[in-house]
Nanobody, 131 residues
C-alpha cells in the first residue's frame, strides 16, 4: 500500500524555522516526483516545491520565496522541507504528494504547482506561525 506520512509541523513564532518530513512506504521515492504543497483555511492548495531523482532536479514556486529547501534521503525513503524565516502567512496545512515519473526530463517548476499531477497524498501536518 502506497503511503505518505508527514510530520514536523507545530506552533512557532515568526522568524523561526521548521523541518517537515515526508516518510514514504509501499514504493521507492526514487522513481517518483515528490512535491510539497500547502493549504491555508479558505484558500486553494498551492505547490511549494518538488524533487525528482530521475531528473536530478528540484524546483521551487514563488510560494517558497527563497526560504524553503527541499531535500531527499533516498536510503530512508523520506523527503524533507526545511523552512526558515517563517511568517504568519506561512500558516497552513502542509502536504507531501507523489506521482510516478515515467519519462525523464519533463519536470519543471510548473509540475510543482499542478496538484492534478500528483495522485498520492499524505494526510498533512499543520504549521502555525504566530506573530
Amino acid at each position: 500500500e502506497v503511503q505518505l506520512v508527514e510530520s514536523g509541523g507545530g506552533l512557532v513564532q515568526a522568524g523561526e524555522s521548521l523541518r517537515l518530513s515526508c516518510a514514504a512506504s509501499g514504493f521507492s521515492i526514487g522513481g517518483y516526483t515528490i512535491g510539497w504543497f500547502r493549504q491555508a483555511p479558505g484558500k486553494e492548495r498551492e505547490g511549494i516545491s518538488c524533487i525528482s531523482k530521475i531528473d536530478g532536479t528540484a524546483f521551487y514556486t514563488h510560494s517558497a520565496k527563497g526560504r524553503f529547501t527541499i531535500s531527499a534521503d533516498y536510503g530512508e525513503n523520506t523527503v524533507y522541507l526545511q523552512m526558515t524565516s517563517l511568517e504568519p502567512e506561512d500558516t497552513s496545512v502542509y502536504y507531501c504528494a507523489a506521482f510516478r515519473q515515467r519519462i525523464a526530463g519533463v519536470i519543471t517548476v510548473h509540475t510543482c504547482a499542478d496538484v492534478t499531477l500528483f495522485n498520492y497524498w499524505g494526510q498533512g501536518t499543520l504549521v502555525t506561525v504566530s506573530s
